[in-house]
């Protein structure tokens, strides 16, 4: 499967994006999608994820409860991430991600950049 991620760029604190993530290739048994980020010099975290079969459940990194929301539309293979209120502590490479039949699978990393 391939993941392209899209909707980083630069924005004002308090700002909002959105981030787009289409999988395509071979898509089957892709039981969760969600996204990571990586900031300067830290680890890579869990940013949220959601399961794509089912009841479509979501499970938030603490620091972004309540201001990002993650969706799923499965007839476009597409994962999307409503960041709103950003601040610079969420500035960070934003990786999407696809759990396919119990193996991660990473897409390429879109910059997100909040700074006034």
């Known amino acids: 499967v391939q993941l392209q991620a899209s909707g980083g760029g630069l924005v004002q604190p308090g700002g909002s994006l959105r981030l787009s993530c289409v999988a395509s290739?071979?898509?089957?048994?892709?039981?969760?999608m969600g996204w990571y980020r990586q900031a300067p010099g830290k680890q890579r975290e869990l940013v949220a994820q959601i399961t794509t079969v089912g009841s479509g459940s979501a499970i938030y990194a603490d620091s972004v409860k309540d201001r990002f929301t993650i969706s799923a539309d499965s007839a476009k293979n597409t994962v999307y991430l409503q960041m709103n209120n950003l601040s610079p502590e969420d500035t960070a490479v934003y990786f999407c991600?696809?759990?396919?039949?119990?193996?991660?699978?990473w897409g390429q990393g879109t910059l997100v950049t909040v700074s006034s």
């Open positions: 290739g071979g898509i089957f048994n892709i039981a969760v």
């Open positions: 991600i696809a759990i396919q039949e119990h193996v991660m699978r």
